[in-house]
């Protein structure tokens, strides 16, 4: 029935075409449970399970340790997993989701490994990339290959690229390629179909963005360009259908760390500016929640802080939940209501009250719709009087309905909120009705109307 009832809110915001909020925010995620602290690990959001993997990294200033531990991150709470095998610890590797063998790609210091959401299974190639860290690594979807560029094994920076396509590794060898470096980030654009690389250190600091078609590389022109860095982070984000880039390193060690969020359009960079933004980091890892439509950042290094810290980027849409139109019945009449500090929100329960009802009733019925305006041909708020609801207003459209309990006059009904990016900013109205032998012709009352619009706190 759950499913029912959000296949039917999903449909009523492609129907409505929902605005997904203006506003882009950052919100920090306050978990029960989370990661150490850590840098230079690798995080990817593997969307078969509908859960971010996060693997390894390095804590540790003047003691360093490296870690070999693999978690997910699904709907604000961190699991520890404990898979049979595993990626021995390490650090500065790479992770994709490759989306066509439903797996998640590592690449690093300890070889080629993949995660099937149970466990992880190491790969002997032929061949592999020179480098052994410090690449950056992104899926493409349309050619289903997972692409490597640059990086270092011990010595001086590589500009080779590299693609894997689920048994082995490949060097591409194009006309063209970006100056060998260290520690840039890609992502795959999906909407302009190229993976997007930027920035890096090596024999300079880049600001330079590339792109990659699987054949040529390509330096591109923005109008825009974020400042120079390196172990900064990248992502494509669906929803904004642009590629968003936070934080990084913009030079040597003792420089202010960057805390900047920027999103490339396919022509030039932008700045996001948000209300509290995560703290500046380098080394700090992003996935994109497909589900959700969120942007995930964990963890990084603050000097000499390491960082456990979980935040998300979206749309942001305020959840909320308006009254409107009255009740009718025995006075002051059926009102319709949240609980105090209840609010349709992403992933939690929205909880109503549902007061003015006869004590000797034990049911009532919610109708849950799509429109305030219409209910078919007709036209909303309609009167019931020519029905025998003498005073009473029908306030939503009866898409579908649901059993509430009374006890001593009081309903509850409890509508559970999927955590689905596709239905924020959605709008749903509700209306209860009721038995009451006293109040008119027809024996039924009805409430207020209440309009719901899902979203955040």
């Known amino acids: 029935m759950l499913k029912i009832i959000f296949a039917t809110i999903v449909a009523c915001a492609a129907m409505q075409q929902a605005v997904f909020g203006q506003t882009v925010r950052w919100m920090q995620t306050i978990t029960p449970v989370s990661p150490v602290g850590r840098h230079n690990a690798a995080m990817a959001y593997d969307s078969a399970r509908q859960e971010a993997v996060l693997f390894g990294g390095r804590t540790g200033i003047f003691q360093i340790t490296l870690l070999a531990d693999t978690w997910t991150f699904k709907a604000n709470v961190w699991t520890l997993k404990k898979p049979n095998v595993s990626p021995p610890a390490m650090e500065e590797h790479a992770m994709v989701y490759d989306l066509a063998r439903k797996e998640v790609v590592l690449f690093g210091s300890g070889g080629t490994w993949t995660w099937d959401g149970r466990s992880w299974k190491r790969h002997s190639t032929s061949s592999s990339p020179t480098s052994m860290g410090r690449h950056a690594m992104a899926y493409d979807a349309t050619r289903k290959r997972t692409v490597l560029f640059g990086g270092s094994r011990t010595g001086p920076a590589l500009s080779e690229t590299w693609e894997w396509d689920g048994k082995s590794w490949t060097q591409v060898k194009p006309k063209t390629s970006p100056p ?22 090596g024999k300079t600091l880049f600001a330079d963005t590339w792109s ?35 934080g990084g390193n913009p ?67 305020a959840a909320s939940a308006t009254q409107y139109g009255t009740g009718c019945g025995s006075f002051p009449g059926v009102h ?30 919610m109708a849950l719709g799509r429109s305030k305006t219409r209910f078919g041909a007709v036209a909303l708020p309609l009167d019931l009087s020519s029905i025998g609801m003498k ?10 309905q649901f059993i509430f309990p009374i006890q001593l ?4 009904f409890t509508l559970p909120v999927p955590y689905w990016g596709q239905i924020k900013g959605s709008k749903a109205y509700l209306q209860a009705f009721g038995l009451d032998r006293a109040a008119n012709a027809a ?15």
Request: proline residues 6%.
């Open 336 to 365: 319709l209501r949240p609980e105090a500090r209840s609010l349709p929100v992403l992933g939690e329960s929205f909880k109503m009250q549902i007061l003015g009802l006869p004590s000797t009733t034990t049911a009532g019925l």
């Open 443 to 457: 024996g039924l009352v009805s409430s207020n109307g209440l309009e719901m619009v899902i979203g955040y706190r």
């Open 391 to 400: 005073g009473c207003s029908l306030y939503s459209s009866f898409d579908i």
């Open 180 to 201: 060998a470096r260290v520690d840039p980030a890609m992502a795959y654009d999906s909407v302009r179909k190229q993976v997007i690389l930027f920035g890096g250190g």
């Open 251 to 317: 030079g040597g060690a003792g420089s202010p760390r960057l805390s900047d969020t920027l999103m490339w359009n396919g022509k030039t960079w932008k700045q996001i500016s948000s209300k509290l933004p995560p703290g500046a980091r380098v080394a700090h890892m992003m996935a994109y929640d497909t589900l959700r439509q969120e942007t995930v950042l964990f963890g990084g290094l603050a000097y000499p802080a390491h960082l456990n810290d979980t935040w998300k980027l979206s749309c942001y849409t």
């Open 212 to 246: 990659w078609d699987g054949k040529i590389w390509t330096q591109m022109k923005p109008t825009v360009s974020p400042p120079a860095r390196f172990s900064h982070s990248m992502v494509f984000d669906s929803e904004l259908q642009a590629v968003v880039l936070f």
């Open 409 to 412: 006059g009081l309903g509850s």
